[in-house]
T-cell receptor, first 113, second 114 residues
């Protein structure tokens, strides 16, 4: 069974701080990794994806991937109250049905003004 | 970015009736669409993968005769919950795949079965 694990939180950070969200996955053959943000009662929206080891930056967001450790993280710099949401880590696996994603349970982030 | 719509956004139905949910990709052609279900405080659970013109592939434990999926075109997929029961009440979300790297989600449909 392919699994994606996240700390459920809640993770609470003050406004302006760096929020660090972590995710581990069990399928060593996983190809691509995604971070989605989901506000309460809404559907997920894609923040960014990463498929190579190392860092990928997009504005205030940085995704980090370490395939050897089967670990992916998301850093949010200068956190804002509007960043308060549940962050879902998703992994695209190996094998058939290449587009299928497996989601973690999400980490609830609260940014305090 | 790619836009995916769902209709209706919210539906309340009586136990035993059927409900159809539409998922449309508005500005792109989606080779693959996905249907998810999300219960309160739980993550998204994939129900089925839908490819245009072919039968949907259902995940283990999802009844294909209860959750009917039709993917008639590259921009439209429908999910019909047949003979709905209160335990089917959930947030149903579709997504459409633009490429192997990106999947865009519709706004979701909240189903309540009374």
């Amino acid at each position: 069974q392919k699994e994606v694990e996240q700390n459920s939180g809640p993770l609470s950070v003050p406004e302006g701080a760096i929020a660090s969200l972590n995710c581990t996955y069990s399928d060593r053959g996983s190809q691509s990794f995604f971070w989605y943000r989901q506000y309460s009662g809404k559907s997920p929206e894609l923040i960014m994806f990463i498929y190579s080891n190392g860092d990928k930056e997009d504005g205030r967001f940085t995704a980090q991937l370490n395939k050897a450790s089967q670990y992916v993280s998301l850093l949010i710099r200068d956190s804002q109250p509007s960043d308060s949401a549940t962050y879902l880590c998703a992994v695209k696996g190996s094998g058939g049905s290449n587009y299928k994603l497996t989601f973690g349970k999400g980490t609830l982030l609260t940014v305090n003004p | 970015g790619a836009v995916v719509s769902q209709h209706p956004s919210r539906v309340i139905c009586k136990s035993g009736t059927s409900v159809k949910i539409e998922c449309r990709s508005l500005d792109f052609q989606a080779t693959t669409m996905f249907w998810y279900r999300q219960f309160p405080k739980q993550s998204l659970m994939l129900m089925a993968t839908s490819n245009e013109g072919s039968k949907a592939t259902y995940e283990q434990g999802v009844e294909k005769d209860k959750f009917l999926i039709n993917h008639a075109s590259l921009t439209l997929s429908t999910l019909t919950v047949t003979s709905a029961h209160p335990e089917d009440s959930s947030f149903y979300i579709c997504s459409a795949s633009v490429s192997s790297y990106e999947q865009y989600f519709g706004p979701g449909t909240r189903l309540t079965v009374t």
